[in-house]
């Protein structure tokens, strides 16, 4: 029996706990999900994140353009909150970025800070480098974020992945959902936990219903794409993309949405006690990923860590 809850047992696990006949017409599948999915953004994510232990987290490398200093913040990030900016130099170096203020531009400006990507500030949804890059640069930007988890959906919108070629960029699946199509853009889903996105918004070139194949760019499949894993339509998914430890608290989660909808007050009095304790002990599974080797906290704006180079950098 596999450790984690797809869409299917996880509405079963629900059922059980809420104690719902299976024969209830009160919630649907759909409701369950979008339940769950509510569940996700506004109790589980925001937990793990509190753990910070790097789940969740995703990179974007964006190569820096000519006369172009705008860069979009990923729009799959969480809050459209970034964790780090760096500047990554043609040899793989990394330099850290400094996030400034745009009413401080003004005590940046001179020979400190040109020809240097060092400093950023915040506009919109964008980070604009600063000073303002003109004509040919080189390196890129690398921003790290945690990444939103799909939506759930039900099971008939998922191919499971029987085989792929990586030379002709086919990838055979169980069945072709009725959802798929040569237009939309796909995900690749890892079958084991946490069941993070392997890679996001695909394009294809084709679809075969006959054969169950659908046709990427070999370019474009993930190292690591293994049979078992998940072809789903971007932003979906049919397993929640976190620890697969956590869906029992998921479900635990939406079973007390459905006893409140349902006026039971003694029961989600009872399933609420209960949530309360599996929280803590669940915290106590991912509040320190390598035991014997905790995180240690460095500051890296201290004078010692940034020394003389950091002179380049400051304020006139």
């Known amino acids: 029996m596999a450790s984690y809850l797809t869409s299917n047992t996880l509405i079963e696990s629900i059922k059980r706990r809420a104690m719902l006949p299976a024969s209830q017409s009160t919630f649907s599948d759909n409701d369950f999900l979008a339940l769950a999915n509510e569940e996700m953004n506004i109790g589980i994510v925001p937990s793990i994140i509190l753990q910070h232990q790097n789940y969740l987290q995703a990179k974007q490398n964006q190569p820096l353009l000519p006369n172009t200093s705008q860069y979009p913040i990923p729009y799959r990030a969480i809050g459209n909150m970034l964790m780090d900016v760096f500047y990554v ?24 800070t040109q020809g240097y990507a060092r400093l950023f500030y915040v506009e919109n949804n964008e980070i604009v480098i600063f000073p303002t890059i003109t004509g040919q640069v080189s390196g890129s930007i690398e921003m790290e974020y945690y990444v939103r988890p799909n939506q759930l ?22 069945k072709v959902p009725t959802a798929f199509g040569s237009t939309n853009l796909y995900d690749f889903i890892q079958i084991v936990s946490p069941h993070k996105t392997l890679s996001y918004d695909n394009p294809v070139l084709s679809i075969n219903t006959l054969t169950k194949t659908i046709t990427f760019d070999p370019t474009l499949l993930p190292q690591g794409l293994a049979v078992g894993d998940h072809v789903n339509l971007a932003e979906e998914s049919i397993i929640p993309q976190i620890p697969s430890d956590l869906h029992v608290v998921l479900a635990h989660r939406v079973a007390a949405r459905c006893l409140e909808a349902l006026g039971d007050t003694q029961g989600l009095q009872n399933a609420n006690t209960k949530l309360a304790e599996m929280e803590i002990k669940t915290a106590n599974l991912i509040n320190n990923r390598v035991e014997n080797a905790p995180l240690k906290v460095v500051s890296r704006n201290n004078h010692i860590h940034r020394g003389l180079t950091s002179r380049r950098f400051r304020r006139r």
Not at 91 to 98: A, H, I, K, R
Not at 153 to 160: A, L, N, Q, S
């Open 153 to 174: 959906v039900t099971e008939d919108r998922v191919g499971i992945i029987t085989g792929i070629d990586t030379v002709t960029g086919d990838v055979n699946i169980d």
């Open 89 to 112: 130099d043609t040899s793989l170096n990394y330099f850290e970025m400094t996030r400034i203020s745009k009413s401080d531009l003004p005590d940046f400006n001179g020979p400190y």
